[in-house]
């Protein structure tokens, strides 16, 4: 489902790289609304990182295609066989919708959940908690969750997880347990990290280059 060689940018140059990025398994890069504004293409943004191809391939399409091939069809993917389908994944979200977001919030979750093992069950009743949105271009695409079970007292309840953003850290930060610092970012419990004024400049930043915010 993903080969992990990814185009990023380094300077003015788009270099190609074969490392895989921490508690990622499957590709869940999310597309950018705008064009780049130096290379002037289409990209994805990976793990805070500009990225230049995507890692989930449409085998049906012309440039795809597999025609001469003794048995394309084992070349095909989940990916493949929802556009046969013809299965909308689409994500609307408040007021905009991202292509084919359900898919990739579905890859994200399946990151997630090897990412944050301990801590993606319910308190209450102990069932696996689900996705509730594609986050804003975060670090990673699920980090707001819930519970779906109709007997639990904490059905529906968000529940905010993800992993520490200092890097010699990586600990799992929890709504449920962690606080919220005067700005709103929760506080790391393991090394007390939560916001500077640097990370709300790389976030508007980003905002900016990604969605026009």
Same mark, same amino acid.
Request: include cysteine.
């Given at each position: 489902?993903?080969?992990? =060689?990814?185009?990023?940018?380094?300077?003015?140059?788009?270099?190609?790289?074969?490392?895989?990025?921490?508690?990622?398994?499957?590709?869940?890069?999310?597309?950018?609304?705008?064009?780049? +504004?130096? %290379?002037?293409?289409?990209?994805?943004?990976?793990?805070?990182?500009?990225?230049?191809?995507?890692?989930?391939? +449409?085998?049906? &399409?012309?440039?795809?295609?597999? +025609?001469?091939?003794?048995?394309?069809?084992?070349?095909? &993917?989940?990916?493949?066989?929802?556009?046969?389908?013809?299965?909308?994944?689409?994500?609307? +979200?408040?007021?905009? &919708?991202?292509?084919?977001?359900?898919?990739?919030?579905?890859?994200?979750?399946?990151?997630?959940?090897?990412?944050?093992?301990?801590?993606?069950?319910?308190?209450?009743?102990?069932?696996?908690?689900?996705?509730?949105?594609?986050?804003?271009?975060?670090?990673? &695409?699920?980090?707001?969750?819930?519970?779906?079970?109709?007997?639990?007292?904490?059905?529906?309840?968000?529940?905010?997880? =993800?992993?520490?953003?200092?890097?010699?850290?990586?600990?799992?930060?929890?709504?449920?347990?962690?606080?919220?610092?005067?700005?709103?970012?929760?506080?790391?419990?393991?090394?007390? =990290?939560?916001?500077?004024?640097?990370? %709300?400049?790389?976030?508007?930043?980003?905002?900016?280059?990604?969605?026009?915010?």
């Amino acid at each position: 489902m993903a080969n992990f =060689t990814r185009n990023v940018i380094s300077g003015n140059q788009i270099i190609q790289i074969k490392n895989i990025p921490f508690g990622i398994t499957y590709c869940e890069g999310r597309k950018s609304d705008k064009i780049h +504004n130096i %290379f002037k293409k289409e990209f994805w943004w990976c793990c805070n990182q500009e990225c230049f191809e995507n890692c989930v391939t +449409n085998h049906l &399409t012309i440039k795809c295609s597999h +025609n001469n091939e003794e048995n394309p069809w084992e070349k095909l &993917t989940l990916f493949d066989f929802i556009k046969i389908l013809n299965i909308d994944c689409d994500e609307h +979200n408040g007021n905009y &919708t991202i292509k084919d977001g359900d898919y990739y919030k579905f890859l994200g979750h399946i990151n997630a959940f090897n990412r944050l093992l301990e801590r993606l069950y319910c308190d209450e009743c102990h069932y696996l908690l689900y996705p509730i949105k594609t986050s804003n271009f975060a670090l990673y &695409t699920d980090v707001n969750f819930h519970c779906i079970q109709d007997n639990c007292q904490q059905k529906s309840k968000e529940i905010y997880l =993800t992993r520490c953003l200092n890097g010699e850290c990586k600990a799992i930060i929890d709504s449920r347990i962690s606080k919220l610092c005067e700005y709103g970012f929760y506080i790391c419990c393991n090394c007390g =990290t939560c916001c500077s004024e640097e990370v %709300f400049k790389r976030r508007h930043e980003s905002l900016k280059k990604l969605a026009g915010i």
